[in-house]
T-cell receptor, first 112, second 114 residues
Framework: AQSVTQLDSHVSVSEGTPVLLRCNYSSSYSPSLFWYVQHPNKGLQLLLKYTSAATLVKGINGFEAEFKKSETSFHLTKPSAHMSDAAEYFCVVMGGFQKLVFGTGTRLLVSP | GAVVSQHPSRVICKSGTSVKIECRSLDFQATTMFWYRQFPKQSLMLMATSNEGSKATYEQGVEKDKFLINHASLTLSTLTVTSAHPEDSSFYIC??????????FGPGTRLLVL
């Protein structure tokens, strides 16, 4: 079965510094992987997705993620954090029948 | 991206009553809609998958008689929480997809059962 593990429940950064949110996946076949962001009391917004094309995936708002098969990782990065990036981030893998399996989430805190 | 709406955004009801939540895909036809549940500070858990015109497929542990799902058209799915109890209080989120494409999520419905 497909699964994802988000290694950090909370990540704190200062505005203007880089962001790294870590995600490892487990899959018996080439996975489809996603990062979603959820702002407080809001729905989820797709940041980016990997579907076996380029291993470096660029998303919205300056985020990108790199698929590393050897490390079974799909970490999310951004060169410079903005206050508006503070939110909950979910790493997601697609299982059978289009089912999405969510990680436990990482809360990103951005301080001035 | 595509737009998915949910109504209502927030609902408070008394224990024992039923509540209906609507999920609409506004600018595309959704062959499949998904219903998720999210408890405070937790991740999303898939409850059920519904394909237009057929019965929903429920995940293990989800009571189909309690959480009634209808997907009568390509733009509308409804989730009815029957005989709601306080433990049903949660954030319910739907998503919609066309074929094998990306799922687009609604803004969620916060249910509070008193």
């Amino acid at each position: 079965a497909q699964s994802v593990t988000q290694l950090d429940s909370h990540v704190s950064v200062s505005e203007g510094t880089p962001v790294l949110l870590r995600c490892n996946y487990s899959s018996s076949y080439s996975p489809s992987l996603f990062w979603y962001v959820q702002h407080p009391n809001k729905g989820l917004q797709l940041l980016l997705k990997y579907t076996s094309a380029a291993t470096l995936v660029k998303g919205i708002n300056g985020f990108e993620a790199e698929f590393k098969k050897s490390e079974t990782s799909f970490h999310l990065t951004k060169p410079s954090a903005h206050m508006s990036d503070a939110a909950e981030y979910f790493c997601v893998v697609m299982g059978g029948f289009q089912k999405l399996v969510f990680g436990t989430g990482t809360r990103l805190l951005v301080s001035p | 991206g595509a737009v998915v709406s949910q109504h209502p955004s927030r609902v408070i009801c008394k224990s024992g009553t039923s509540v209906k939540i609507e999920c609409r895909s506004l600018d595309f036809q959704a062959t499949t809609m998904f219903w998720y549940r999210q408890f405070p500070k937790q991740s999303l858990m898939l409850m059920a998958t519904s394909n237009e015109g057929s019965k929903a497929t429920y995940e293990q542990g989800v009571e189909k008689d309690k959480f009634l799902i209808n997907h009568a058209s390509l733009t509308l799915s409804t989730l009815t929480v029957t005989s709601a109890h306080p433990e049903d209080s949660s954030f319910y989120i739907c998503s919609a997809a066309w074929g094998q494409e990306t799922q687009y999520f609604g803004p969620g419905t916060r249910l509070l059962v008193l």
